[in-house]
């Protein structure tokens, strides 16, 4: 595994960790050249699945681009990482078990949004202003309005 920060191949694994009824492993890994820590998670990889993007574009499912966009909308809100995990996993479990094989982006970010209601409404609105992409403000009042 390559280090994010140098790219240095040269990375050790520290800390192991099953998570989720043992349907995920964390692992935590520290690179031997710039002394950075990083994260990996390994799970279960059940099938091949398309996201369809707005544009049309397909591409493979990824569920770091989840990781990725749950982190982004949470990252000013101190929220644990046991939370955001169980976030993602849960959202990719559904997405993988259905059966399906391709699914909309934004299909995903309302799965997302759903979860992330139940976690933390300014997280919430957060990621539902990016991904509804709000233009005038007063859009943004009413999706606000919406919610209460
Ligand atoms: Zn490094």
Not at 2 to 28: G, I, L, Y
Not at 67 to 91: C, F, G, Y
Not at 121 to 138: H, I, R, T
Request: charged letters at 30%; hydrophobic letters at 30%; glycine letters at 2%.
């Amino acid at each position: 595994m390559k280090c994010p920060f140098c790219n240095s191949e040269e990375t050790q694994v520290k800390d192991s960790r099953a998570t989720h009824n043992n349907s995920m492993v964390r692992r935590r890994r520290h690179c031997n050249e710039c002394k950075n820590k990083f994260s990996t998670v390994e799970r279960i990889y059940f099938k091949e699945l398309y996201v369809v993007k707005k544009s049309g574009i397909k591409k493979p499912f990824d569920h770091n681009k989840i990781r990725h966009s749950i982190q982004t909308a949470t990252s000013k809100r101190n929220i644990p990482i046991n939370e955001l995990d169980k976030i993602v996993n849960d959202t990719v479990n559904q997405i993988e078990s259905s059966n399906l094989k391709e699914i909309s982006s934004k299909k995903i970010g309302e799965m997302l949004m759903q979860e992330l209601l139940k976690l933390d409404l300014v997280s919430y609105v957060g990621f539902a202003s990016v991904y509804k992409d709000f233009n005038p403000a007063e859009d943004f009042i009413k999706f606000i309005g919406a919610i209460k």
